[in-house]
């Protein structure tokens, strides 16, 4: 069965310190990943995606994350958070080439202290 | 583009009414779109999945009798709590899959707070 596995419920760092936010997943092929933040009371809004691609991926505002088949892992990183990045972060499963079956983690809520 | 809009953005009823919740694809056709609930500190769970002009998909649990859903166009489907209860309280979100294009993604709304008193 696929699923996505988010290993920490909370993250906490000082604000200008690096954020990592660790995601796994169990699929029998090679799955498309996202990344989603939701910030408290808002929708979900895209950080990133790979969809077999580039390995690195490249999200908005500063996020990254890296698809490692080996490890079956799709951690998303930042180099330097913000006060503006304390949020909840879910990481994706896609299980069809569709875009219609997701499955999401758990959640992982960042906060960023001053 | 690709944007997708609720209404309402917050709604308190009374327990035993009926609250109805607009998903609207406002710059794309989606011939599919995705009811998913959310409880506090949770994950989103999908409810049921709407296909325009056929009946929804519900996910095992999801009593079809009482989250009615309807997607008439290809551009709005709604989401109808029926006799709502204290436990229907919850965030309900909507996505929309791109008919055309080459996406493989889905496209989230802002989310609708239900409160049934």
């Known amino acids: 069965a696929q699923s996505v596995t988010q290993l920490d419920s909370h993250v906490s760092v000082s604000e200008g310190t690096p954020v990592l936010l660790r995601c796994n997943y169990s699929?029998?092929?090679?799955?498309?990943l996202f990344w989603y933040v939701q910030h408290p009371n808002k929708g979900l809004q895209l950080l990133l995606k790979?969809?077999?691609?580039?390995?690195l991926v490249k999200g908005i505002n500063g996020f990254e994350a890296e698809f490692k088949k080996s490890e079956t892992s799709f951690h998303l990183t930042k180099p330097s958070a913000h006060m503006s990045d304390a949020a909840e972060y879910f990481c994706v499963v896609i299980l069809d080439n569709y875009g219609q079956n997701f499955v999401f983690g758990p959640g992982t809520r960042l906060s960023v202290l001053p | 583009g690709a944007v997708v809009s609720q209404h309402p953005s917050w709604v308190i009823c009374k327990s035993g009414t009926s609250v109805k919740i607009e998903c609207r694809s406002l710059d794309f056709q989606a011939t599919t779109m995705f009811w998913y609930r959310q409880f506090p500190k949770q994950s989103l769970m999908l409810m049921a999945t709407s296909n325009e002009g056929s009946k929804a998909t519900y996910e095992q649990g999801v009593e079809k009798d009482k989250f009615l859903i309807n997607h008439a166009s290809l551009t709005l489907s709604t989401l109808t709590v029926t006799s709502a209860h204290p436990e229907d309280s919850s965030f309900y979100i909507c996505?929309?899959?791109?008919?055309?294009?080459?996406?493989?993604?889905?496209?989230f709304g802002p989310g609708t707070r239900l409160t049934v008193l």
């Open positions: 790979y969809t077999s691609a580039a390995t």
């Open positions: 996505s929309a899959h791109p008919t055309s294009g080459s996406y493989n993604e889905q496209f």
């Open positions: 699929s029998s092929y090679s799955p498309s």
